[in-house]
């Protein structure tokens, strides 16, 4: 069985972000792989122990996200394909889609997964674009999978609003993790040592017939500052209540 991991490569969480014209300046992050797509590589080695097969990690960007892939190396991952775009846009979700779809369609995998939401843009648009533009289906939010290698049968169970729902297919497919799907490994040593003697394949991005990125960004700038609350003085609760609801009519204008 072959299964394709989509991972992104992101600032630490802990990172400080700073802005640098249309940019953050990199100077000083720490890369890191997207959290839930550690969620993805770890279901990806499980369903390997269980039905065996060829995982192929896949990572767009620039040089740094080698990096990344040798995170996927040192877990355990059989291939890593660094899709090489230097002026990669992570706002851009259409143009990654069409990139990553145009590649899968000629690796052809039997399953793909890749994490429910990124955590730089805190978007989770980027595998159901890659499922419709594949024509293959697409089932979010995982907390568990099972594949049947000989069917090519995937069942998951999702989370859904008040609960949780069952949804099966027969592959190729495309599955995005949850947080509680499992608990992700940490790389050993062995695995560490080993990932850098291991080679990457580089695509070229240009090389996969894709239109150029439609967004452009003119600029970036940090949030304002938060301003401080404001404590309301009243006699009772209902004067409270009122003189709240006046601000937000008259000042903030939101009711």
């Known amino acids: 069985m072959k299964i394709a991991v989509l991972i992104k490569q992101v600032p630490d969480t802990e990172t400080n972000i700073k802005v640098?014209?249309?940019a953050i300046n990199e100077a000083g992050i720490k890369w890191i792989v997207s959290?839930?797509?550690?969620?993805?590589?770890?279901?990806?080695?499980?369903l390997r122990e269980k039905?065996?097969?060829?995982?192929?990690?896949?990572?767009?960007?620039?040089?740094?996200?080698?990096?990344?892939?040798?995170?996927?190396y040192a877990l355990g991952v059989d291939k890593a394909v660094h899709i090489k775009d230097d002026t990669y846009n992570v706002l851009d979700v259409n143009y990654t889609a069409q990139i990553l779809a145009a590649y899968l369609k000629q690796l052809n995998p039997d399953l793909i997964l890749a994490g429910f939401v990124a955590i730089d843009s805190q978007s989770s648009m980027v595998p159901a674009m890659v499922?419709?533009?594949l024509g293959i289906p697409n089932m979010n939010n995982a907390i568990g999978v099972e594949v049947n290698a000989d069917s090519k049968e995937v069942k998951v169970k999702c989370?859904?609003?008040?609960?949780t729902g069952e949804m099966k297919a027969t592959g190729p497919a495309i599955v995005t993790a949850s947080q509680i799907l499992n608990e992700p490994r940490y790389p050993s040593l062995k695995g560490i040592m080993a990932s850098?003697?291991?080679q990457i394949e580089t695509v070229?991005?240009?090389s996969l017939g894709v239109n150029p990125p439609k967004i452009e960004i003119v600029s970036l700038e940090p949030p304002a500052a938060r301003p401080p609350?404001?404590?309301?003085?009243?006699?009772?609760?209902e004067a409270k209540a009122k003189e709240l609801a006046r601000l937000l009519r008259e000042e903030a204008k939101v009711i």
């Open 20 to 22: 640098s014209g249309t």
């Open 35 to 46: 959290p839930l797509d550690e969620n993805a590589l770890e279901e990806s080695l499980r």
């Open 51 to 72: 039905v065996s097969g060829e995982i192929i990690a896949i990572s767009l960007g620039p040089d740094r996200v080698q990096e990344a892939l040798r995170t996927a």
């Open 131 to 133: 499922g419709q533009l």
């Open 159 to 163: 989370e859904i609003e008040g609960g």
């Open 196 to 198: 850098k003697k291991k």
């Open 204 to 206: 070229d991005a240009s």
């Open 229 to 237: 609350g404001r404590i309301l003085e009243a006699e009772t609760p």
